[in-house]
Structure formats: C-alpha cells, structure tokens
C-alpha cells in the first residue's frame, strides 16, 4: 500500500503544470480556436458562392458545350492534317518515287512501290482527284510489268497489292489496268512458288470479277478459274488465306446479272462440293454462295447442282448455329426444291451421300420447321419460302409435311407481324390445298384455315393485292374439291359479305375472282343458308 501511494502521489506530481506552462498551453487552444473560426466561415462563405441562378447554370452548360464541340473539332481537322500530310509529302517527293519505279534496280523499284502499297492502303478512302492524279502519272503500266518481272517475288506481291488498292478504290481504272495487260499476268502469278503472290493475285481476280458482268466475264474469258480451282485444292499444303480467297474469287465469278455463261462455270461444281466439307467458316460461307448463284435459273442448272451429291451436307449446314452459313445453304436448299419433283425428292426425303433415308430428326422438312423459329427474319422467311416449293409437288410431298407436324406452325406464322413471312406461310398452306388430298384438307379446315382465307382477303391485307389473290385460289380450290363438304364452313364464316367487298377491288383479277367465287358460293349453299344468304 506504502508503495501503491507513493505511485499515485508521484503521478499526482508529474501532472502539476506551472504557471507559464499553463499560459502556453491557453495560447496555443487559442490559437487553435482561431483558426477553425476562420475555416468555418471558409466553408460557410464557399456554401454561399456555390448557390448559382438557373440561368447561370444553363449558360455554364452551354460554355462547357461549346469547348466539348471545339475540341472535337480540332481533332477532327488534326486527323484531316495528318491524313492529307502523306499525300502532301508524297506529292513533293512524286518524282523521285517514279525515277525509282522506272529505274532498273529492283531495290530502289521495292522501295517506291512500297511506299505507293502503304499510301493506297490507308484505313480512310483517298481523294479521287489524287488517285486521278496518280494514275494520269503512267504508274498503272509499270506496276503491271512488275507482275511479269520473276526476279524478285516481293515486288509482284507489292505490284499486285497496289493494283488490287486502286480497283478497290475506283472501278474507273480498271479498264486501265486491264488494257495494260493485268488479266493474264495475274492469272500466271496464281501459279507462283510463292503463296503471298499466289494469294493476292486471287484478291486482284476476285476483285475484277466483282465489279461488273463485263469485267467478271472478261476474267473468265482469260481462262481463270481453272487456276483459282487448282488453288483450292484442299490437299494442297498452304496457308488457308489462299483457300479463302480462291473460294471468294470463284463466288463472284459465278455471280452477277446477267449470270454467266453455265458452261464457263459448271467446272467449278465438283471443287465446290468438295469445299463444302471444309471446316474454315468463311470457306464454307464463299462455297455456299457460288451454290447459290449456280442453282439459281432452269431445271439443268438444279440438276447439275444436284449430281454432286452435296443434299445431305446442305441439310447439315441448316443445322449449325453461324448464320452466315445457314443463309446461303438454305437458299441452296430452296433453288433446288424449286425445281422438277426429281429433285426435289433427291433433298427431301434421301441421303445423296449414302443412299439411305434420313431419319425423322434429320428429315429436311424437320429441319426447315425448325429454322421457321430462328430470331433472323429472313432465314425464317427463306425456310417458308422452301416449304412452300415443296408443297406444291406430288401429294406424297405433301405427306411428308403434314407427318413433319409443320401445319401448327404455318397456322402460327400467319398471325406473326413480319408480312413477308407469312405472305411464304400462306404461298405454302395454299398449294396444299390446290395439291393436296381430302385428307389434307380435311387437315387445313379442322385447324381453322377458312377463316384465316376469309381474314386474309379483308384489311389489313386489302392492300397486298398478291396476298389477296392467294387466298382467293385458296378458297376456290376448298369450293371446288370433288371430294369433302368444305362449303358449310364458307356459309357459317359469313364468306359471301367478305367476297362480296372484294369484287370492288381495283385489280381486276381480284374483282374476277371474287364475282366467280361468289356465284359458286350461292350454286353450292346448302338450302338451310340460302335463305339466310337472301335476308343478309
């Protein structure tokens, strides 16, 4: 205890402050005082200044507007500096560049082509009057007698670059370039020991084949696409760039109106059913295309297509989940069920590849209904597009789409707000009824299809005169089946006062059919609703 209190009264001492000390201490919180004073009143005068009118601050926006705007536009005009400072500074040096395009050493020609490739592949088009300006220079048939000029691949890849630029940038060269000579060097570079030469000589022949039918049938003339075939040999140990842009320059060689001659290009099938079983996207989207282009026309262009057996891997294409490739296969799908029953057959219901029937899960029709649910409009409109051609062949077609289960959904996509799907929708539900059995019809009117004829005709769908016409051949084909009492089902839908508004219509086909359809309807009513028909 002794020791706990002299603990105690020692700390008791130590906190004894003198005097002066004390006078210290007062100061300093003073002082301290003084300044939080000052910092509040800081504070408190900052609270008032921030206090601005409505109309100051909308002046305040606008001035922070104005500089956002200024400064947009200086980096606007420094792109524009620094865009046009490389034609400036090739315009100074323009004829020490030529002096060394035409000199005879194949360095100091590198170097200037170079610098002409880097100038024609800015991101930002060039100015046409500079382009103008550069070719009315000669440089066109210089690049071009560098093709021929083996000595130094490098340059034939930077000449054929240049001359692919500049067809890109302006179809008025072009003419140009081929009267120079182009097309048949090009043609020899696809066959260079060197695949950069190899692959932009196909970028330059794809390019011209793509500008116009004239031009497109000048490079097949040239003998072309054996060479861009040859390319595509998928065996071949190269880089697929070059695949790729073989395939691409054989798309545009098959493309176009008026299309090419089928005999020029008809070579080109037996690759392009080979490609079909590539597995590079963009191969397979370019092959898809030619496709396309080559079974779009007559029956003997369909039946070519078909012969290379490529059905069952179109079907297998519908299957994938690229869009870009769905697109082009299943147009390819619905060219050739346009065609003759033959054909059609061929796609719908066997396997070309083995010989033996698909199963109901990779039936074609099966396919096509499911690609009527795709989020793309126009994939779902191109699936009711083939539906439609293969409703209108032989009734065992037809069963094969009623066995689909596809009805439902046909019924569903006509009340569907995309017009151009349902106008398929209906082109198919229609030739089911002019090619279809009793049974088929049977099928169509149990699900409603009498009033959805009857709505058809009416507004909206007024305006669409082909629409209208559809539905019309529609409701004649159910009123005149030999088989099947369709009409009550007209007189219970109050079909007469809807046919009736349609004889006024301004087509006179419509007007035509609507008078005819009526009088049938009044011939075929049965004596219950003829005196109903009367009092209305």
Known sequence: MDDERQYFKKRKITNKIDPTQRRQN?????????????????????????????????????????RMQDVKRQE?????????????????????????????????????????RKILSKETKIDAPFLRDLVNLGVIPQFVSFLADHRDPLLQFESSWVLTNIVAYSSENIDTIVNAGALPRFIRLL????????????????????????????????????????????????????IRYATWAISNLCRGRPQPNFESVKLALPTLAQLLQHTDEQVLIDACWALTYLSDGPTYRIEAVVNTNIG???????????????????????????????????????DVLTGTKFGIEGCLIVVLLNLTKHARINIRR?????????????????????????????????NEPHTEVSKEALFAIVNILINGYRDHLDLLVDA??????????????????????LALEGIESLINAPEGNHIKHFAEADAIA???????????????????????????????????????
């Open 498 to 536: 809807r046919i009736i508004e349609c004889q006024h219509h301004p087509w006179p086909d419509i007007a035509r059919r609507a008078t005819t359809l009526h009088l049938h309807l009044i011939a075929h009513l049965p004596e219950a609703f003829k005196d109903q028909t009367s009092k209305t």
């Open 312 to 350: 069952g891997r179109l079907v297998s294409l519908l299957k994938e989940d690229v869009a870009t490739i769905i697109t082009p296969a299943l147009r390819v799908v619905g060219n050739i069920v346009s065609g003759d029953d033959a054909c059609t057959e061929r796609m719908i219901e066997h």
């Open 448 to 469: 409603g299809v009498v009033t959805l004829l009857l709505d058809t005709i009416m507004l909206p769908y007024v305006n669409d005169p082909r629409r209208v016409v």
């Open 76 to 116: 606007s005009l420094s792109k524009n500096r620094n865009l046009h400072r490389g034609f400036r500074q090739l315009e100074q040096n323009i004829y020490l560049l030529l002096e060394n395009l035409t000199s005879k050493e194949v360095n100091l020609q590198l170097e200037a082509a170079i610098e002409f």
């Open 26 to 66: 007062r100061w300093e919180r003073s002082k301290r005082e003084a300044f939080m004073d000052d910092e509040r009143q800081y504070f408190k005068k900052r609270k008032i200044t921030n206090k601005i009118d409505p109309t100051q601050r909308r002046q305040n926006r606008w001035e922070r507007s104005k």
């Open 382 to 414: 191109e699936a009711c597009w083939a539906i439609s051609n293969i409703a209108a062949g032989p009734v065992r077609h037809i069963q094969l789409i009623v066995n689909s289960g596809i009805i439902p959904r046909l019924f569903q996509i006509m």
């Open 191 to 242: 066959g260079s020991p060197s695949n950069v030469v190899r692959e932009q000589a196909a970028w330059a022949l794809g390019n011209l084949s793509g500008e116009s039918a004239k031009h497109r049938d000048m490079v097949l003339a040239s003998g072309a696409l054996p060479s861009l075939i040859e390319l595509c040999n998928v065996d071949q140990q190269g880089p697929i760039t070059m």
